[in-house]
């Protein structure tokens, strides 16, 4: 509520009024504070994400450079030295750039799903549908066929960096170390397996978790405001 404040001129009318832009909530009720904080929140959460999106561009431009080094390196000028290296960790660089921007994605998920609950809010509160931006942008709509195939694709060249790292270790390393019932299982060929299944495992359960966390989010907050009490006058 803005007060403003009147000064009588001096032949006792009222003169132009003078605002002392005085701020005061006078006479708010709970609704309208909570409605205050709600919007704020929503306001915030909006921004957190939109900053989290453009962090997660600039990973997507970095997984793009150790594709086309490793490519350049090892398979352009696979012979030349020790660049066939580049082929064998290719696929960890890639592991660590998708695993961190699932990460991103996963943290703006959960956001989506706690904007969601606050919108549901501040639509309750003001006994009409004002906001909509989480109704319209859902979890089917942001998972849309082409993103799902940019997914794939992405998947496809790591798998295919996995499969040539492999093969790079397997064709080198394979017969070498001691032997175990026959088979040569403790040499750099096997530690590479082992290592890159565990980071395939890893990517894997970060997918999972991304799936999950907009639904969480917005459950958890639900239970959360469910499950409060208010203080004892």
Known sequence: MRITLRQPSNNGQVSRPTPFAVDAT????????VLRVLLAEVADLTKAMRELLMT???????????????LTLGVIKHDEGKNWLAI?????GLAITFGYLIQLYT??????????????????????PVLLESQVNTRVERNRKSVIGMQAMNGLAYLVFVGASTFETYDRYSGKGPEVLGW??????TLNIAVLVLATFV????????????DRAYSHAVSVQASYMPPAP
Request: aromatic letters at 12%; zero cysteines; glycine letters at 8%.
């Open 26 to 33: 006078v006479g708010e009720s709970t609704d309208d504070q």
């Open 88 to 92: 064998v960790f290719a696929p960890y």
């Open 203 to 214: 990517l894997a359960g970060a997918l999972w978790e991304n799936s999950r966390a907009s």
């Open 184 to 189: 040569h299982l403790f040499n750099l060929s």
């Open 107 to 128: 943290e703006v998920e959960k956001r989506a799903g706690y904007k969601k609950f606050l919108e549901a809010r501040v639509n309750d509160l003001m006994r009409s």
């Open 56 to 70: 997660a561009d600039r990973f997507i431009n970095f997984s793009g450079l150790i594709a086309v080094g490793a």
